[in-house]
């Protein structure tokens, strides 16, 4: 079964999906909270890196639907607590990110203002589907549950990473997490990771690891500076941003693994809609716009080299 990265299978509907995600509240002794004096904050400011000016392609536009198009705005739901991707800069206000930069840049190109909108990772795609939202860059992981319920257009790709306190005093075994503490964000895929790895551990007669969801990935990056939870398991580029900007309090141990690919998120039946930010996209790659807004995240690895369609 493919990784679904940030979020339980949308096919659940949004009832179901408020229940269940409802039920998963946060364990052990990853409450969050301030870090301790002098401990380095978990999402850091913007980086400095302008990125190239992007033009209105008319021809582009002109497939937005005028319901969409008619304000001027395209209007975005995320959730702002998953660095580098998408968080709140220094002034606890100010939405930024690889996705945020992206998303403004599409919009650009399809002579639009982007606006995003800050709100809980479970209710961004019942959102979408109820026209709350017109889009979300949100590191959507694309799976065939989810492209049941809207459109999805690939743009990125990324895996789980496993980070634990520098120098891994604790020696966490990145194969052998039984019976520690691991923080991750509720929601996500890793929550079932440990979910399977925790069967494992009962199999094998360990005891089981001491999970604690968290409500925002800034929260669980936190706990493990506060030396509340021994490791974390989060995706790839948040792990490598989280190494970056904690001024080396954290290091990744272990390879990457579970690599599958983030989408643009669109609800369906909205004519050519899902096609202009196809291709707004795709001209981004041509251009070198999308790699330069990877490089100044630091996250080209995830680069990919085709926009596609999942619907």
Known sequence: ??????????????????????????????????????????GGAAPTESVPTVSRDDALAAMV?????????????????????????TDGTTIIGMDVDLGTAIAQKLGLEAQFENTSFDGIIPGVEAGNYEIS????????????????????????????????????????????????????????????RNEACRAAGKPEIQMSELQQQTDVTLALTANRIVAMLADSPVISYAETTTQGAVEQIGETYD?????????????????????????????GTYAAILEKWNVSDGAISTAEIRS
Request: one cysteine or more; glycine letters at 10%; charged letters at 15%.
């Open 259 to 287: 690599t599958a690919p983030y989408g643009i998120v669109v609800k369906k039946n909205q004519g050519e809609f899902a096609e202009a930010i196809r291709a707004a996209l795709q001209s981004l790659m041509d251009d």
């Open 137 to 196: 860059m949100s590191s959507f992981t694309i799976n065939d549950e989810r492209v049941q319920a809207v459109d999805m257009i690939s743009y990125f790709t990324a895996g789980t990473s496993i980070a634990v306190a520098a120098g891994n005093p604790q020696n966490v075994n990145p194969d052998d997490l039984c019976g520690l503490a691991v923080g991750v964000q509720r929601g996500t895929i890793q929550v079932e990771d440990l979910t399977a």
């Open 1 to 42: 079964m493919p990784a679904i990265r940030r979020s339980f299978p949308v096919a659940l509907g949004a009832a179901a999906l408020t229940a269940l995600l409802a039920a998963c509240g946060a364990g052990g002794d990853g409450s969050g909270g301030a870090p301790p004096a002098g401990d380095p904050a978990p």
């Open 65 to 89: 639907p005028q319901e969409i198009a008619s304000d001027g705005v395209l209007q975005f739901g995320l959730d702002a607590s998953y660095p580098p991707n998408e968080f709140t800069d």
